[in-house]
């Protein structure tokens, strides 16, 4: 056990408090729209693709447990967009595989710079005290520590 921590503090409360508390950030800034932007099946399947690097819609529909027919479906209105585009497998000429395009990743890109934006005017919404601004900022790397050791 960690000598530091305060023995007041149950590590059992404080992870089902962060839990709930990260819950709901994460829930709300996923639920606002970008204007111009993509749905949720959209943005997960691009990102998705955009993590795992080329590969097949059945294997992307494996990664996401989604129906390969609701991948198919995903992957065809991305491709319509330009977002994603299908090339012959280097390693099995029969197999075509999906990867993301310039535009694809332009509109991730988009897409996060439009929820960075949108945080920080909720914290320069005079909700926030400075000290509490500091708070947050030295938070976010003990967040990013926690997340590497799950």
Aim: aromatic fraction near 0%.
């Amino acid at each position: 056990m960690n000598e530091d921590l305060d023995s007041d503090l149950d590590p059992d409360a404080v992870a089902s408090t962060l839990l709930a508390s990260l819950s709901v950030l994460v829930r709300r800034v996923r639920q606002v729209p970008i204007k111009g932007g993509l749905g949720m099946p959209e943005r997960s399947a691009l990102s998705l693709l955009n993590r795992t690097g080329p590969t097949t819609s059945s294997a992307l529909a494996r990664e996401a447990q989604i129906t390969a027919q609701a991948m198919g479906e995903t992957l065809s209105t991305l491709r319509a967009r330009g977002l994603v585009e299908r090339r012959p497998d280097p390693d099995d000429g029969r197999r075509v595989v999906l990867t993301v395009t310039d535009a694809g990743l332009q509109a991730l890109q988009d897409k996060r710079n439009a929820r960075t934006e949108l945080i920080a005017r909720a914290l320069t919404s005079d909700t926030f005290t400075s000290a509490e601004l500091a708070q947050l900022a030295a938070a976010a790397p003990l967040l990013e520590r926690l997340a590497q050791n799950i």
